[in-house]
């Protein structure tokens, strides 16, 4: 599959009547700021729910947007998708969608059960100077205190070595490319009794294709593999058979 800087729609290409209102809908309510966030992801999802891109014609969901919206960056729609689907119009205009972006994220690597309806009481867990962490509401915490408290969950275990610790920042920098600030794939890793390091990926399903591109750009190909960001060949293995099982050929 060609990268999203090379994906061209088909020469054939008719877009439906159903798929066109929703495009004209999506770039209307971009100029609109950010009251406009929770209806642009509903008709973002409507895309996605009801296959419109691919029963026009397009391969791939990605390809309609990465054409036909291209001055919408992917990570703001996935952005607004995200938060259409978990809260409400109400709730998404009360706290803005960047911290309920974070937010998601924050309950992504702690494996928590969302909140339903208003999340005011959903307890975060706030770093403190002196290395404890102080519960606090969610309608009380600053997006900064937020963003602290991501940071804490992403970072590695103390034991992991310099070169693992490389590796995983590289991956997390490609999610943060090809999402923005907080991808909807959270990250974090722990080592195992054998001294291992284990990443752990929370992957909403529609996102399992892009992260394939994430791990193929980042670590894909022999050339890509040297110095610090080398993986050994059981991981380098790993990505391959994710590309396969994906249809896309290293």
């Known amino acids: 599959m060609p990268d999203k800087e090379t994906r061209t729609a088909p020469t054939d290409i008719v877009l439906s009547p159903e798929l066109e209102s929703e495009r004209a809908a999506i770039l209307n309510l971009a100029t609109q700021g950010d009251d406009a966030q929770w209806q642009l992801g509903a008709h973002y999802n409507r895309i996605l729910d009801q296959h419109l891109a691919e029963n026009s014609g397009f391969k791939h969901a990605r390809d309609f947007f990465a054409h036909a919206l291209k001055s919408i960056p992917q990570s703001t729609l996935s952005r607004d998708g995200a938060i259409a689907k978990a809260f409400s119009e109400d709730v998404a205009k009360k706290y803005g969608a960047s911290l309920l972006a974070a937010l998601l994220t924050y309950e992504k690597l702690t494996d928590a059960k969302p909140t339903p309806g208003d999340p005011a009481e959903f307890p975060v ?76 990926l929370s992957v909403p399903i529609e996102h399992l294709e892009n992260l394939r591109d994430v791990l193929m750009k980042q670590f894909g190909t022999p050339a890509h593999r040297t110095g610090a960001f080398a993986l050994g060949q059981t991981a380098a293995a790993s990505v391959k058979a994710i590309g396969k099982l994906f249809g896309k050929k290293n």
């Open 125 to 200: 867990a706030v770093p403190q100077p002196d290395g404890s962490t102080v519960n606090k509401r969610f309608a009380d915490c600053p997006r900064s205190e937020l963003n602290a408290a991501i940071r804490r969950l992403k970072q590695p275990p103390g034991s992991i070595s310099k070169e693992d610790t490389e590796i995983l920042g590289r991956l997390q920098q490609g999610l943060e490319q090809e999402y923005g600030e907080n991808p909807p794939i959270a990250m974090r890793s722990r080592t195992d009794r054998a001294g291992s390091t284990l990443v752990v």
